[in-house]
């Protein structure tokens, strides 16, 4: 990829984002939005997976651990979510 591109735009959000995160495995993208939901992207080719919706609190940031079978959600109501 040439300095200055983009390897994929993924777009068609109804709200600003808040956080990104990869997991481990690189090969999917987690997004999150200020409207209290979760989108997941496949990363290789940039294609919509899931939109995780229901949070009760807007989702400050996301972190996974290596294996990539726990995801750990920190939300602005002072509550983490595994």
């Given at each position: 990829m040439?300095?200055?591109?983009y390897?994929?735009?993924?777009?068609?959000?109804?709200?600003?984002?808040?956080?990104?995160?990869?997991?481990?495995?690189?090969q999917?993208?987690?997004?999150i939005?200020?409207n209290?939901?979760?989108?997941?992207?496949?990363?290789?080719?940039?294609?919509?997976?899931?939109?995780?919706?229901?949070?009760?609190?807007?989702?400050?940031?996301?972190?996974?651990?290596?294996?990539?079978?726990?995801?750990?959600?920190?939300?602005?109501?002072?509550?983490?979510?595994?």
């Amino acid at each position: 990829m040439a300095i200055g591109s983009y390897y994929s735009t993924l777009k068609g959000y109804l709200s600003y984002i808040s956080a990104v995160a990869f997991l481990p495995d690189g090969q999917l993208v987690v997004l999150i939005l200020y409207n209290k939901t979760i989108w997941l992207w496949e990363a290789v080719m940039g294609f919509y997976y899931s939109t995780l919706k229901g949070y009760l609190s807007y989702v400050n940031a996301v972190a996974f651990l290596l294996n990539g079978q726990l995801v750990v959600l920190a939300l602005y109501n002072k509550t983490v979510q595994l």
